[in-house]
Every structure is written in structure tokens, then in C-alpha cells.
């Protein structure tokens, strides 16, 4: 079974500062993988997906993500932060063999300061 | 497009009640997922629909929970009787007519539950 961990539970970074947020999974083959944003209050957006080919992929709102096969990597990155990123965030994967669950991870708290 | 609608968006109830929390998936969408969040145990897949068929309900806690999706555009989500562990913010969420695991998922709102 396919898993998620994002190591870091909190960040805090300033306004305009760049951004880096960590994603290791694990599965026995190339999985899909996916980065969420979830503002308080509200449901889950999707920020961007990966499923084959270039291994960098462009998502929403300025976001960006990395698939390392190597290191079993997506980390979510942002060159610069804006108030309004403030959220948590969730990496998940997907199994390839066609079923549609999804498995989540804990998710990391984002702040921003001024 | 209204989105993943969910109702209610607020529920607070006894011990022992029974809860009901609806939703309704955006037109078109032919699969459906209830989540439950909570602290303690992050966002977890219930069960999921997927032309109104259960198709994976290995998430489902305990007997009080079930789970129907009588029609493409209706699902619901009953907890009887509801203990107060129950308590979390319930997710809805669709995806596009392929079953594939590549569909983005589209959330609803949720459904904070509190149960005293």
C-alpha cells in the first residue's frame, strides 16, 4: 500500500521569502501525486499533479513541484510568498493499477509573516 | 459550475443521535468520496462511489457508519448511534467520469460535526 509523510507539521516564512515544502512517498512503482491546498474553513483545492513525463510540473497561484524517483520525492516549492498562501497544504498519492484512492498525508501548516 | 454542495455545514448533536450529512456532487461527476479529518488522524478515505456503486468501503470505522449514494447527483452519510469520537469535519469530493486515479478530486466545503 502506497504511503505519505511530510515531515514538517509548521512553517513559518516571511512575505516574499521562497518556499519549500517537504513530500516523501512510498510505492512500489511510479505513483500519481498530487499537492492540495486548504484554506481554514474551507475544502481541499488542488495545486498540481504529477503522473509521467517532465518531472517538474507548474500548478496554480505560482506553485511548482519536483518529482525525485531517487530520493521518493515532491517537495512543493514557491519562489515567493504572499499573505495569502497561508494554509495547510497536503501531499497525496495515488496507486497506478487503477483504483482512485487517494492517500493523504498529515498535511504542513503554513504561516506567513510580514 | 455550484461546486461539491454539502449540508449541513454545521452539526452539533448528543450522544446517541443519529446524524445524517448530505452531499451533492458537481453534475457530471460519476465518482464520489466521503473523508473524514480529524487532528489526530489527518484526512481519511471513508468510501467511495463510483457510478453510484460502493466501491471501496474498507475505510468505513465501525458498523454505525453507512453510506448510499441513491442517485448521480445525491450521497449521503448516516452515523447511528453518534459518539462523541465521531466528532471531525466530514469532506465530500468528486471527480470527472474516467475511473482513474488521475481525475482531480473536488471538495466540498465539509460538514463540522461535534458530537456532546
Known amino acids: 500500500a502506497q504511503s505519505v509523510t511530510q515531515p514538517d507539521i509548521h512553517i513559518t516564512v516571511s512575505e516574499g521569502a521562497s518556499l519549500e515544502l517537504r513530500c516523501n512517498y512510498s510505492?512500489?512503482?511510479?505513483?500519481?501525486l498530487f499537492w492540495y491546498v486548504q484554506s481554514p474553513g474551507q475544502g481541499l483545492q488542488l495545486l498540481l499533479k504529477?503522473?509521467?513525463?517532465?518531472?517538474l510540473v507548474q500548478g496554480i497561484k505560482g506553485f511548482e513541484a519536483e518529482f525525485k524517483r531517487s530520493q521518493s520525492s515532491f517537495n512543493l516549492r514557491k519562489p515567493s510568498v504572499h499573505w495569502s498562501d497561508a494554509a495547510e497544504y497536503f501531499c497525496?498519492?495515488?496507486?497506478?493499477?487503477?483504483?482512485?484512492?487517494?492517500?493523504f498525508g498529515t498535511g504542513t501548516r503554513l504561516t506567513i509573516i510580514p | 459550475d455550484a461546486g461539491v454542495i454539502q449540508s449541513p455545514r454545521h452539526e452539533v448533536t448528543e450522544m446517541g443521535q443519529e446524524v445524517t450529512l448530505r452531499c451533492k456532487p458537481i453534475?457530471?461527476?460519476?465518482?464520489l468520496f466521503w473523508y473524514r479529518q480529524t487532528m489526530m488522524r489527518g484526512l481519511e478515505l471513508l468510501i467511495y462511489?463510483?457510478?453510484?456503486?460502493?466501491?471501496?468501503d474498507s475505510g468505513m470505522p465501525e458498523d454505525r457508519f453507512s453510506a448510499k449514494m441513491p442517485n448521480a447527483s445525491f450521497s449521503t452519510l448516516k452515523i447511528q448511534p453518534s459518539e462523541p469520537r465521531d466528532s471531525a469535519v466530514y469532506f465530500c469530493?468528486?471527480?470527472?467520469?474516467?475511473?482513474?486515479?488521475?481525475?482531480?478530486?473536488?471538495f466540498g466545503p465539509g460538514t463540522r460535526l461535534l458530537v456532546l
Open positions: 469530493a468528486s471527480s470527472a467520469p474516467l475511473l482513474a486515479v488521475k481525475e482531480t478530486q473536488y
Open positions: 504529477y503522473f509521467s513525463g517532465d518531472t
Open positions: 462511489f463510483n457510478n453510484n456503486v460502493p466501491i471501496d
Open positions: 510505492y512500489g512503482a511510479t505513483p500519481y
Open positions: 453534475s457530471g461527476h460519476n465518482s
Open positions: 497525496a498519492v495515488g496507486a497506478t493499477g487503477g483504483n482512485e484512492k487517494l492517500t
